[in-house]
Nanobody, 116 residues
Framework: QVQLVESGGDSVQAGGSLRLSCAAS????????MAWYRQAPGKKRTWVAF???????DYTEFVKGRFTISKDIPKHTLYLQMNSLEPEDTGVYYC??????????WGQGTQVTVAS
């Protein structure tokens, strides 16, 4: 059974930093493209960053230069380093394969709140 457990969310001031973690299976991290997604209040869940099995990364325009996705396969963990946070980054953050649909298994997510 797929298990994805996100953590690290918090309430911070604009300009602050957070590092999110996602506990995932070794096989997912080694053989799948993995991504972080954000669901802002009242909006659909959208992808924010992804990392391929080979380590290639890409980001949505809004977070380029501020967020960094990485993975540590021996630790079974996917990370999202978030710097220079803005109020528009507020939302619940999830990790999953990329692309993922609503029909896929999702974790509980982790809440990030950025105050102006």
């Amino acid at each position: 059974q797929v298990q994805l457990v996100e953590s690290g969310g918090d309430s911070v001031q604009a300009g602050g930093s957070l590092r999110l973690s996602c506990a995932a299976s070794e096989s997912f991290l080694r053989y799948k493209t993995m991504a972080w997604y954000r669901q802002a209040p009242g909006k659909k869940r959208t992808w924010v960053a992804f990392i391929t099995e080979d380590g290639y990364t890409d980001y949505t325009e809004f977070v380029k230069g501020r967020f960094t996705i990485s993975k540590d396969i021996p630790k079974h963990t996917l990370y999202l380093q978030m710097n220079s946070l803005e109020p528009e980054d507020t939302g619940v953050y999830y990790c999953n394969i990329f692309p993922a649909s609503v029909a896929d298994t999702w974790g509980q997510g982790t809440q990030v709140t950025v105050a102006s």
